[in-house]
Structure formats: C-alpha cells, structure tokens
C-alpha cells in the first residue's frame, strides 16, 4: 500500500500549523507547509513571497474567470495559475512517495487521494479563540483581527473550491474535523495520533 499520509485543512488562528508541527514530531514523519512554496520557488526561479501573493491575490477573489481545476480536461483561463498548482501538485507527489508524512494545507487532501491512503483532518474553533491565539502567538492586534482572519479564509475556500470542486471546512470532506479552541491543541495532536494508529494498525 502507498504510503499513509494525514493531510491537515485549517482555519487561520486555529493552531493548525502548531498541530502539525506536533503530530509530526510525535509520529516521527516529515513535516510539510511552507516548506512546499520554497520548492516551486527553486522550480520556478520566483520568490516564495512572491508565489504566496499570488496565491492570495486569486483567493480572495480580485482575478476572476480563471476557468476550471488544474487537472481538468478542459483548459480554460489563467495559465500562470494553473502552472503554478501543477508544479505543487508535482511537489506533493514527490514528498508523499519518499515516505509517509504531514502536509498542512495546498489541497493535499484533494491532489494525493487518488494515489495514497490518507487521513483528512481539518481544524476549526470559535472566533474569540482564533483571536487570542492570533494575537499571542504572532501578534496580530486584536481589533484588525477579525476582519484578517476572514480575509484570509475566504482566501483559502475559494482558492480550494476552485481546484478541488469541493467545498473547504465540509465535514463530509475530511475523516476528523476538530474543534482546536474546546479540546485544545494536544488533545487534538492525540486524537489524530490515535486514529493515525488505529488505521494502520
């Protein structure tokens, strides 16, 4: 069987990154996040920043008309965009076949399920949470923070509706989907481990 991969979808201020980080270290595995954007920037000889701009410059919906999935038969609209998705997906692959992992984010659940067995985990909490963690742990002001938080969510679902034809945050998309602000990052961290255990036990 192909490797075993958890695959993690999260609201922003919801501590997903910090989970996977955790899970990761607990379950010995290799960590993927950003780490897959400095990769197409070598690929692509383009800034990493530059490429996370973009990505949420078409997320938040300004470049519309952009046609349909990247691995769509029918091409229609932004080739840049599209080259850029083809190039993670190319990444993803490449991580996911060296050995099992976690990747947080970049449709993974969606690019690797044909040929991996995954567990698809997304993250959520209540706003107040995601707020107080926002401003403590990368110090977003509390006041800007709602209308940020947003912002980039809405980033993320449509860049992920757009690819994927799915719908981000869709508890019938994922196998656990974990309030982080009620159980708490290490609860959360132990009950992905459990069910990661369980599954390939």
Known sequence: MANQIITIGRQCGSGGHTIGILLARQLGLPFYDKQIVEEEAVRTKLSAEFIRSHRTY????????????????????SQFIDQLQQIQAEVLLEAAWQEPCVIVGRCADYVLADQFAILKV???????????????EHGLARDQAPAVLAQRDR?????????TEQRWGDAANYDLCLDSGRLGIDTCVELIKDTYGRLNG
């Not at 997304?122 to 403590?136: G, Q």
């Not at 980033?155 to 690819?163: N, Q, S």
């Open 58 to 77: 078409f997320g938040g919906g300004q470049a519309v008309g952009y046609g349909t999935r990247f691995n769509s038969p029918e091409r229609m609209g």
């Open 122 to 136: 997304f993250i959520h909490s209540e706003l107040p949470y995601k707020i107080d963690r926002s401003a403590r």
């Open 155 to 163: 980033a993320r679902a449509r860049l992920y509706t757009f690819f």
